[in-house]
């Protein structure tokens, strides 16, 4: 199989693991995924545990130098409430600090209270906010968490 072939399967996957998380508003689909993946620095993790399938949820994060950043996250309704999203966030802030990532930053919309949560549990704080940035005029806030 073509690296072609196996970047468009997994951005296929991972537009179909988005669409299960996210209101149509929110939908990435499988042509921005696979433009995310082209970028320098970029890394999926999958879900991954016993009895849980890799199609359950990922994490795709960019580290660049010292600074690494969550480009999304989504774990499908069917498996929400169940760890995978905190062991996700773990093993992604442990792969950026090996890639030798310093700090993290992502924007989470400022009405998702379960990853507002998720992420404040994990040691991120909000840094900023980023008003109308998502297409349905929600805030996003910035996060940020040292490694």
Known sequence: MTDA???????????????????????WDAQAMAALLAMPGVFVLFAHGEGIPPAAGFIMARALFDEAEILTF??????????????????????????????????VADDNVAALGLYH????????????YYPDGTDACVMKREI
């Open 5 to 27: 072939a196996v970047l468009a399967g997994q951005a296929s996957v991972l537009a179909r693991i988005h669409a299960a998380a996210f209101p149509p508003v929110h939908r």
């Open 74 to 107: 989504a774990v499908d309704p069917a498996w929400q409430g169940q760890g995978i999203g905190r062991d996700l966030l773990v093993r992604c802030v442990n792969e950026a600090a090996r890639a030798g990532a310093a700090h993290m930053f992502l924007e």
């Open 121 to 132: 549990a994990a040691g991120f704080a909000v840094v900023g906010v980023r008003r109308q």
